[in-house]
C-alpha cells in the first residue's frame, strides 16, 4: 500500500465539547461548598443561637453527589462532619468532642450523608446513563437517515463518526481507501494519530480483518480499526480510540452496527 495521506478534503468544524473539570477540581469544589457551608452556619448560629446545623453539612453533600459522583460527595461528607466537630462541637477548633450528645449528632451526620450520598451518586449515574442512550440513539438515527436519503459518502462517515465518539466517548476517525491510497474523510473528537496507528489501519484495509490494539501486528496501535469492503474498489476503514474508558457493555454489537450503515451506504449508488 502506498503513502498515508490526512485530510486531502475539508471536514466540516466540530462543536466543542462543553467543559468538564478535573478529577481534582470536583473534589477542590466540594471542599469549597463545605467551607462556605461552615461560614453560612456560624452566621446562622450568631443570628438565631441554635446548635441544630448539623443539617447544614448535608447541602453539599447532596450537591457533590449530584453535580460530580461519588467520589466528590465523600470528600464533601468527610469534610462536613471534620468541620462540624471543629467548628461547632465543644471544645470549639478541636477535633476532640466532650459531649456525648455532641458525638451522637456528628455520627448521625456521617451516617445521614453518607447514604444521602450514595443515593444522591446513583440518581446521577442513572441520569448520566439515560442521557447517553438517547444521544446514541440520536445519532444512529441521523446515521440511519444518511443512509436512507443515500447522502454523500463523506457526510455519512461524519454521521457514523459521531456516532461512535458520543457512544465511547472516544476520538474516531474513518479512512476512504482508493487506489491503496488511504485518506481521512471523516473524524469526531480530537484524534492523536501515531505511526503505529497508521499502520494498523494500512493492515485492516489490506487484510479486510479487525485490527486491535496491543494485538500483531497493530501492538504499540492506540486505535483498533475495523475495514468495510465496498463495491467498485470503495472501501473504508472505521477507528476507535481503543484508550478512551467510555466502552460500555455491549460495544461490539453498537461498532458492527455502524460498521453495516456504512457499508449499506457503499453499496447503494451515489
Not at 479512512?175 to 480530537?190: D, M, P, Q, T
Not at 494498523?200 to 496491543?214: I, K, T
Request: proline share 6%.
Amino acid at each position: 500500500m502506498s503513502e498515508f495521506a490526512l485530510g486531502p478534503m475539508a471536514l466540516p468544524e466540530e462543536a466543542a465539547a462543553p467543559p468538564r473539570f478535573s478529577n481534582l477540581a470536583r473534589h477542590a469544589l466540594s471542599l469549597l461548598m463545605v467551607a462556605a457551608t461552615v461560614v453560612i452556619a456560624e452566621a446562622f448560629q450568631a443570628v438565631l443561637q441554635t446548635h441544630g446545623l448539623t443539617l447544614f453539612f448535608v447541602l453539599p453533600v447532596v450537591i457533590s453527589a449530584t453535580s460530580f459522583g461519588w467520589g466528590p460527595s465523600i470528600t464533601a461528607t468527610i469534610a462536613g462532619v471534620l468541620c462540624y466537630d471543629f467548628f461547632f462541637t465543644e471544645p470549639k477548633f478541636s477535633l476532640a468532642i466532650a459531649s456525648p450528645a455532641d458525638i451522637c449528632d456528628a455520627a448521625l451526620l456521617f451516617v445521614i450523608a453518607g447514604i444521602v450520598s450514595a443515593v444522591s451518586a446513583q440518581g446521577r449515574q442513572r441520569a448520566l446513563a439515560a442521557r447517553r442512550a438517547a444521544e446514541q440513539a440520536d445519532t444512529l438515527r441521523a446515521l440511519a437517515h444518511a443512509v436512507v436519503e443515500r447522502r454523500p459518502e463523506a457526510e455519512v462517515a461524519s454521521a457514523a463518526a459521531a456516532a461512535l465518539q458520543r457512544s465511547f466517548q472516544a476520538a474516531t476517525v474513518i479512512f476512504g481507501e482508493r487506489e491503496g491510497r488511504l485518506s481521512l474523510i471523516a473524524k469526531a473528537g480530537v484524534p492523536h494519530l501515531g505511526e503505529a496507528d497508521e499502520a494498523a489501519a494500512r493492515a485492516a484495509a489490506a487484510s479486510h480483518v479487525p485490527v486491535r490494539a496491543g494485538a500483531y501486528p497493530a501492538d504499540t496501535a492506540g486505535f483498533d480499526f475495523w475495514p468495510i469492503v465496498g463495491s467498485e474498489g470503495r472501501n473504508l476503514v472505521v477507528g476507535v480510540d481503543a484508550n478512551a474508558a467510555g466502552r460500555p457493555a455491549g460495544s461490539e454489537a453498537l461498532i458492527e452496527l455502524v460498521v453495516a450503515y456504512l457499508a449499506a451506504s457503499m453499496n447503494v449508488p451515489q
